[in-house]
Each structure stands twice: as structure tokens, then as C-alpha cells.
């Protein structure tokens, strides 16, 4: 079989959603709230609609994820004084104090998945995987499919 | 930020997923069917049990995509003769057919995601990401956690 980033990432993907929904227990977040606290962290103060094209996930996923995460005192989110439709995400203080923990389960998982393989293999897996997921962060791709699907 | 292979995962696996449903419209596959399909290719005449398993993906939303793929004419399900309360998943010549179309979508975005990067980096990459598919999928996730939650 030919070698398939989709594959390898999906296969990866799936496991990593199973781990983070048991290890992110304790912190009462699943696995796909997660994206948006460690993107939040990285940045707030950002509209419901940047996060959503930010983060490749539909608008009625984003919104449910947004408000499960208000609930449980992770994110507030506010009016925009300058556009009265759009929401203004911000983490919390109860977010920030979770921070260190949430960060050493995603660590713990990359430990393990990484622990019996070359440090320097490792390192240049990193490199490449953020070459790519730059590259698909920067494009459009729907502009990129007609070129790409002859 | 430190590197974090779930995040990047994560990243790269909603683009995927993006790309896919658009790439794979003329098939009339989406991308969460094309999993399974994938699978089937490699190895059909297996229990919905065993495919939920492999692909970690839950027993509900198994089924839903195995009526959808036979409803589309992808596979054809059958009464285990063993277990009567067992599904057999057997792969139909339509979706042979399909195959070395639905393969070449895929390659196209290891391509396009690859183009612009050193093959033997790429090489290393694949074999990283393979040693890590393959040791989440020998384990079973839940005893892994205690360990590595400490």
C-alpha cells in the first residue's frame, strides 16, 4: 500500500480523540473542546468566526463547543461593540489555572507515542508536520482542490 | 509553545477531512466513509465489531457509516453464519471499481502536502508516524493511561 499522510493522521487522530477523552476527565473537557482551549490559550479575544476558520470546524460545532465551554467556566463570550453579531471569545481565569494541567496530558500523550523512537527521527516528524499543517493553514483550498484533482 | 503531536494531528486531520469531502463529491463518498472503506479494501469479510475496533471508531457511528456505504452500493452486509447477531462486511465490485480513483484522491493530497518538502525527510516522517500508528494500535489505550497519567 502506498504511504498515505491521511491515512497515518486519521488512524492517529482517532486514538488521540480516545486518549484525550479519558485523560481530559478531571479537567470535565473532551477531546474536541480541547482544540478550541488550546487555541484560545494561544490567542484570545478573537470572534466565534475566526476560531471556526481557524480551526477547520463548522460553525454549529464551534457554537456547541463554545457554549459547552461557557458552561463549564472555560470561555465568556461577549458582543463585539463594533459588530453586534459577533461574539467575542475570552478565556477565563479558571481556564488559565487549568492551563499547566491540560498541557501535560497532551504532553504525556506525545511522550508515549514518542518514547521508543529516535530523538533526532522525532524531531524532523515535527518539522515536517509543520511544514504541512502550516501549508494547510495558509491555503484556500477549495482554490487548491481544482489543481490538485486532475 | 512546545511541540505537541495531538495538536498538529488534529490540525492536519480537519484539513483532511475538508479536502476529502470535497475530493471524494464525484464518488459519493464522504470522508468519515472513506475510513472504512479504506480498511475494507485491505482486508473485507470482517465483523462491524472488528472494523469499530480497528479504526477506534464507536459501535453507533460504525453502523451508521456501513448502511450509508450499503445504501450506496460500497459494501453488502451479511447474517454471520457463526453469530447470528453478527454483521459480515463484505466490499461489492462497484466499490473495486472505485478503488484506484478513490487511492489516487489520496495520493493527490500526500502530493500536495508533500510537494514542496525533502523527499528523505518526508521518508522519515512516514516511518515515525507509522511506529506511532502502529503502537496505538497494539495497546489497548485504557490500561496505557493510568501509567502515563501520573
Redesign the interface.
Known sequence: ????????????????????D??LKEYNLTASEL?FI?SLY?KDGISQEELSTR???DKAATANALRSLENKGYVSRTRNPRDRRANIIIITEYARRMEKGV?K??????????E??EEE??Q??????????K???SIE??K??GG??E
Open positions: 500500500m502506498t504511504k498515505s499522510v491521511g491515512r497515518l493522521v486519521s488512524v492517529l487522530y482517532r486514538r488521540n480523540q480516545v486518549y484525550l479519558a485523560a482544540a488550546i494561544k480551526l477547520a470546524i498541557r496530558q497532551l504532553r504525556n500523550w506525545t511522550n508515549f507515542l514518542t521508543d523512537i527521527s522525532v524532523t516528524m515535527f518539522e515536517v508536520l509543520e511544514k504541512m499543517a501549508k494547510v493553514e483550498l477549495c487548491k482542490l490538485h484533482d
